[in-house]
């Protein structure tokens, strides 16, 4: 049996105590690929920002808020496991200075100076060893050409390509990327049939 981590859902970064940055992600894919894994007899572990989708009840889930917390919980659980497949999108960014009371309206602009977060798969894929990491690019444009910047930038050893339709949507489209370019496979339509042929994938390129 092998031992899965999965990042799944958004994060959220706030700005004061009642307002955040965050993105559309809906943890949908992180818990297909969580049913996927369980199907094949893997123990899975769900790290996953804050999502009204529910989970597989086999999985074990780890809820978290914001990016900081997931890299956290994530380095913390990673050490026990065999591969991470990163399917979150923590966000990139957090306020530079958080207010401790709500902002009130001043009928000015209001100026943020926002900072990067860390990277979660890149800062487990530079710690990985003997592990494996899969990693997911979402792109607007040069999906494949970023993608494999990203597979290499991050250590993993496979990249799910996708584009910005799938976030907040029941399907999905990707291309699964090997190191050297090759594209593995491709799969198109509900996000549980795309996540079952990742899964495959991910079976016979880095489990079996």
Same mark, same amino acid.
């Given at each position: 049996?092998?031992? =899965? ?39 899975? =572990? ?5 999502? *009204?989708? @529910? ?6 889930? %780890? ?5 900081? *917390? ?5 380095? @913390? ?6 591969? %991470? ?24 602009? %209001? ?18 060893? +003997? ?6 690019? %979402? ?12 597979? @290499? +930038? ?52 880095? =489990?079996?």
């Amino acid at each position: 049996m092998t031992r =899965i981590l999965i990042t799944s859902g958004p994060t959220r970064q706030y700005l004061d105590p009642v307002r955040y940055l965050t993105n559309a992600s809906s943890g949908r894919m992180g818990a297909a690929l969580a049913a996927a894994a369980l199907n094949l007899g893997h123990e899975v =572990i769900v790290i996953s920002g804050p999502v *009204e989708v @529910e989970y597989p009840r086999e999985a074990t889930v %780890l809820p978290v808020v914001s990016t900081e *917390e997931m890299l956290s919980s994530a380095r @913390e659980t990673f050490v026990d496991c065999d591969g %991470l497949i990163g399917a979150a999108a923590p966000c990139d960014y957090r306020p530079l200075h958080v207010k401790p009371s709500k902002i009130s309206k001043t009928g000015e602009p %209001l100026l943020l100076k926002l900072i990067e977060t860390d990277d979660v798969v890149a800062i487990l894929g530079a710690e990985k060893a +003997r592990r494996w990491v899969v990693g997911f690019a %979402l792109e607007t444009e040069d999906h494949r050409l970023r993608a494999l910047a990203k597979l @290499e +930038r991050k250590h993993c050893d496979l990249m799910i390509s996708n584009g910005v339709e799938a976030m907040d949507s029941a399907d999905n489209r990707v291309e699964i990327l090997a190191p050297d370019g090759e594209v593995l496979s491709t799969a198109a339509g509900n996000k549980t049939l795309v996540a079952e042929q990742i899964l495959s994938v991910i079976q016979q390129r880095l =489990i079996d």
